[in-house]
Nanobody
């Protein structure tokens, strides 16, 4: 059974940093596209970042230069380092895994097969 468990969310002031973790069990993350999405109140689930099977990284424009996605295959974990946070980053952040596709649709939620339960990130002004 595949499970993704996010952690690392919390409350932080504008300009602060957080590091989200996504621990995967039941399947290795190595060689697969992994992504992070976020959902703010009243809005849909939107793409934030992805790391492809060969470790190419992708970001939505609003987080480029501030967020970094990475993976540790030995720990079966994907990270999202978030720096220079602003109130607009406030959302529930979800980790996602594409274990059956080729990663072509890394920027769309239906391009992923498995999802974590989400972790809340709140940035105060």
């Amino acid at each position: 059974q595949v499970q993704l468990v996010e952690s690392g969310g919390g409350l932080v002031q504008t300009g602060g940093s957080l590091r989200l973790s996504c621990v995967t069990s039941g399947r290795t993350v190595s060689g697969y596209t992994m992504g992070w999405f976020r959902q703010a109140p009243g809005k849909g689930r939107l793409f934030v970042a992805a790391i492809s099977s060969n470790d190419i990284t992708y970001y939505t424009d609003s987080v480029k230069g501030r967020f970094t996605i990475s993976r540790d295959n030995a720990k079966n974990t994907v990270f999202l380092q978030m720096n220079s946070l602003v109130p607009e980053d406030t959302a529930v952040y979800y980790c996602a895994a594409d274990f059956t596709g080729d990663g072509s649709y890394y920027y769309i939620d239906w391009g992923y097969d498995y999802w974590g339960q989400g972790t809340q990130v709140t940035v105060s002004s």
